[in-house]
């Protein structure tokens, strides 16, 4: 499985921004999907997940409320739209796929997009 992030950038505190995550190389139905963001100086963190046909999601705490993750079968992507952005929200964002249980744990995950990199300023 491949995967593209795309839809990061540059927006001020409150700003939002919607991340896509285009798969190709299989059909990613079956696969629950986690969001991941690594932050300056810091490890890769879980941020959200959604199960295989979207009726379950998991956030990490800081996030719940404002973004928001979801996902198009039909057309093999997964997005996490991020509403409310603060400056602590700044990070490069990952998708990946796990091939097995939704988890928060990014060593679960199979495979991994290249990341896209949001920047919020205050």
């Known amino acids: 499985v491949q995967l593209v992030e795309s839809g990061g950038g540059s927006v001020q505190t409150g700003a939002s921004l919607r991340l896509s995550c285009a798969a190709s190389?299989?059909?990613?139905?079956?696969?629950?999907i986690g969001w991941f963001r690594q932050r300056p100086g810091k490890g890769y963190e879980f941020v959200a997940a959604?199960?295989?046909?979207?009726?379950?999601?998991k956030y990490e705490d800081s996030v719940k409320g404002r973004f928001t993750t979801s996902r198009d079968n039909a057309k093999n992507t997964a997005f996490l739209q991020m509403n409310s952005l603060k400056p602590e929200d700044t990070g490069v964002y990952y998708c990946?796929?796990?091939?097995?249980?939704?988890?928060?744990?990014?060593?679960?995950?199979?495979?991994w997009g290249q990341g896209t990199q949001v920047t919020v300023t205050s």
């Open positions: 990946a796929v796990i091939d097995g249980l939704m988890s928060t744990r990014w060593l679960e995950y199979d495979y």
């Open positions: 190389g299989r059909a990613i139905s079956t696969y629950n």
């Open positions: 959604i199960s295989s046909i979207g009726a379950s999601t």
